[in-house]
């Protein structure tokens, strides 16, 4: 089992930067994989950014340049930097975890998720 936590989510104006961390406790083996997605209202919960064990990072094409995703396993912290964040952005982050990544940001991948820290930038 793995927990999830959440932090760091607010508001900020377009093309600013906000940090997101998720605190992970439980089996360190079965959260080998960490990832973020998001989901903007009234839309589908989207892939936004994976990390394997070996600090392997992939990112979805909408946010590459500008957002990046990486983890202290010491703290067993997962963290995602968000610079020149534009209204699209906005949306309800979550932090996922599972023990190997695997192609895509499909959501039946991941068996562990948090309850999310809400993003908004605004114009």
């Known amino acids: 089992q793995v927990q999830l936590v959440e932090s760091g989510g607010g508001s900020v104006q377009t093309r600013g930067s906000l940090r997101v961390a998720c605190a992970a406790s439980?089996?360190?083996?079965?959260?080998?994989?960490m990832a973020w997605f998001r989901q903007a209202p009234g839309k589908e919960r989207e892939g936004v950014a994976s990390?394997?064990?070996?600090?392997?990072?992939r990112y979805a094409d909408s946010v590459k340049g500008r957002f990046t995703i990486t983890r202290d396993n010491a703290k067993r912290t997962l963290y995602l930097e968000m610079n020149s964040l534009k209204p699209e952005d906005t949306a309800m982050y979550y932090c996922a975890a599972d023990t190997f990544c695997r192609s895509g940001f499909r959501l039946d991948d991941f068996r562990y998720w948090g309850q999310g820290t809400q993003v908004t930038v605004s114009s």
């Open positions: 990390i394997d064990r070996t600090d392997r990072a």
């Open positions: 439980g089996s360190t083996y079965s959260s080998g994989c």
